[in-house]
């Protein structure tokens, strides 16, 4: 599934890279070779986008964090009372509100396996990997993977999983 | 028989016997007749009965479209939520008396909304109040405070009836106003109350006045009567048919209660026709000529739907104003005459104009294509008897604002094509869907050009070549073989020999670029962008057709049918919602979501009967994913998707056409959403459109109506800025560039243009320096 780069991989890659740029930095005068041309995608558009307004209106984007919170707390509450298909059903309307919102799917695939339904907690927890940003996001929902392939009896994937990423500090 | 001469001529004894003969064959054939009509009255009482049951408790299922979900941030003007309110049948209302109103004060928007039973809980009816900054919502509130997430009721857009497009809104009797109930009973049937079915006064009454005009004037027709001949006869009027109503009325007196006879007229009587769907029932009477729900229609609407009994074509409101509202006031004088209603009420309702809705059912959601692909998901859970029958509640996926203005996207285009391209009016077709890229929920699905036309559904159901919407499959494969989008591929004629037993005519395969051009050795990205043939066939036979084949088995989860080199270029069937699929895997980030359609099913209670989950799997590796959505957003910005007015608005897509100019293809995603469309004919006879001429155009108008949500992109992911004609490193300032997601690794072996000022082997150095 994870093919052959692994995040670890890249989470240290990237480090590697800061390491360089900062060294670059440094010895700019010692050594003076071009920088790569590198960024990060989350801070600048693609250049294609660049200078071209809009022509169509584009409506302002949803900012919708009470809205979800508050079927989170339904969903709490449903959890909680063990009524984890109503659990479900609240984190479902949350996504369809806020589809990219990784810790909807984190919380989605928590329900999952609450509801021993670990398949669909799997690939949930994989959704929610995919869609992270946040470091610690991305941490807790491996951790969560662990914990699924506990349930599954897959004992030494879970321990790897655990290994790799209770490291990785908040 | 024998005559009397003859008899006489004969002996006495002779005489005797024949006429006890006579006798008994007038006696048994007395008992035979006798048993005949018992038996007959016996099959009448079995017919009435099991028909009067069935139909009672037959509740058709109801199907939702998604409700709209109301909170600070949502995407929605005060006009465009009064346009949705009004669709839902909401009538405008100073007062804000009752549910199923609202009104507009200043810059926010009162509504009292209508109690609705929902997938998780029961929304009583309340009065909300929601305020706008600009083009979105900024709070909302009810009696107690803000509100942060409130939804609308959400529209009704069909229901499963068996067979001959008949359709009811099942109400049961303390759903029937009283005066809907006591306003019948005055107007059509004065003794209801007290007859066994049918009245001798009735029809002498009417025989009389039609012998005395000579013609047929007067039905004379009880309610029960009126009932029967709508569950079984038609209307020819012979006795005969006469007496077997009258018979089936008794049987039916004999076995049920008055309540439930008059509460099964309202649910059947026929009010009208909307094209080709019959309405039957004041329930969806109401709906039809109103808008809104029986409960919220006033004592004046209630004598129009009365009036429309008598004859729904003659009386049709729609057709004949005058003279619907001339009968309308003769029953609000009914109404008065017999102290239904008070003689203000009579004032007021005199007055009011008939106030049907200008165009039936406009928003009223009947969407057949979809309700087709609902009614295919549910066939997996229920049989036909269950869905027509059981009463149960279908929530879908459906967007009404969105599937409205796919469609109008949809005809638009055709009919402009066929006018600029001077093709013959109607030839063309076509078939688009939308959904959320990351849930695969279907929100509009068009299977043709005409919305409410429940016909062939070529979104469903058109199998067509694909031509270059395939391409991204063998892309994908290229890079999961370890290639990236700067890598060299030789766009340089190719033949596949008959022998390798690789062609389907058993002949050499030459494959042709659509200008018929060789563009050298150039980078992924490029072929893919510009969708070159060559590029493409010989990518794919590096990396082997059986291993690109299997990828696209796991994409779409189905074999492909074509199993030679020609699947390279699209030569490979698929329908539009597989079309949809497959580009899902790509649009969700690499999770392979089955379009869906339905979202729970409850029963007439409202308990949860089924709930169908989000289902996902993982299918494409994160890095692998991004870099084809890149490559895909180049296609629209600087490739075969570039004429389009949103190319570079941040989407990705991919144009499509089959040999000669048969099919033409678009696929393509935004952040949140993706949309496949399909234009053709349905002879499969040249169009001469393109994907970018033909189906793109429909999509531009789609992303015209619907704002854009521009992608975004993995956050682990590093651009590197490549030149886009040769996949060199290079600079914006020295070449065309295009930026691409890159590992350093990848980076370190990549050739640098000559003048950019990057030197080579950089990062090479770079690692030695770092002691690797």
Known sequence: MFGRYSLVD????????????????????????????????????????????????????????????????????????????????????????????????????????ANRELDAAAQHTRKAIALARDPDLQRDAWLQLAEIEQARGNFSEAQALRRQWQAVRS | MATRKSKRRRTSATSDSRWRLAA???????????????????????????????????????????????????????FDLQAELQRLGYQADANLRNPGTYKVRGDALQIYLRAFQFMERHRPSQRIDVRFAGAAIEAIYNETGEVPLIRLDPATIGSFFPAHGEDRLILTPDQVPPLLSEGLKAVEDRNFDRHVGFSIRGILRALWVNLRSGERQQGGSTLTQQLVKSYFLDNRRTIQRKLQEVAMAVILEARFAKEDLLTAYINEIFLGQNGTRAIHGFGLGALFYFNKPLSELNVSEVATMISIIRGPSYYNPFRYPERAQERRDLILNIFHRDGLIAAEQLEVALQQPLGVIASPISGGAYYPAFMDRVRYELQQYYDREALSSAGLRIFTTIQPRKQEAVQAAVSITLNDLESSRNLPSGSLQGAALVADSQTGEILALVGGRKGRVDGFNRALSARRPVGSLIKPVIYLSALEAGMHLASPIEDSAVTIQAKLGQSQSGE????????????????????????????????????????????FANLVGREPANRYPSFLLGAESLSPVEMLEFYGNFASGGFRTVPKAVIAVLDEQGKPVSHHPFALQQTIQADDVGAINRALEITMAKGTGRSSPYARHGVAGKTGTSNDNRDSWFAGFDNRQVAVVWVGRDDNAVTGLTGSTGALRVWNMMAARDPLDPLQHMPSQQLVEIEYLTGLRARANCADVVRLPMTNEQLQRLPVKPGCGIRNGFGGRLRQWLGE
């Open chain 2, 508 to 551: 050499a395969w030459t494959p042709k670029n659509f200008d018929g051009a060789e563009h050298g050795s150039l980078p992924l990205v490029r072929a893919l962008a510009e969708s070159l043939n060559l590029a493409t066939v010989n990518l794919g036979m590096k990396i082997g057709l059986e291993q690109i084949q299997q990828r």
């Open chain 1, 10 to 113: 890249t989470v240290l890659q990237l480090r590697y890279l800061y390491l360089v740029l900062i060294s670059l930095w440094l010895t700019a005068c010692g050594i003076n070779p071009t920088p790569p041309q590198v960024e990060d995608r989350t801070t600048q558009p693609p250049v294609e986008r660049a200078g071209e307004p809009p022509a169509a209106e584009v409506k302002p984007r949803q900012t919708t964090s009470a809205a979800t919170a508050s079927l989170l707390a339904a969903a709490e509450q449903a959890s909680a009372d063990n009524q984890h298909k109503d659990a479900i059903a609240y984190l479902e309307r949350a996504v369809r509100i806020e589809p990219r919102d990784a810790t909807l799917w984190l919380r989605l695939s928590a329900a999952y396996l």
């Open chain 2, 24 to 78: 008994k064959f007038v006696l048994y054939s007395g008992l035979l007749v006798t048993l005949g009509v018992l038996g007959y009255l016996v099959y009448l009482d079995r017919t009435v009965t099991s028909t009067f049951d069935g139909r009672r408790w037959s509740i058709p299922a109801q199907v939702y479209a998604q409700p709209l979900e109301l909170h600070a941030g949502a995407a929605i003007d005060r």
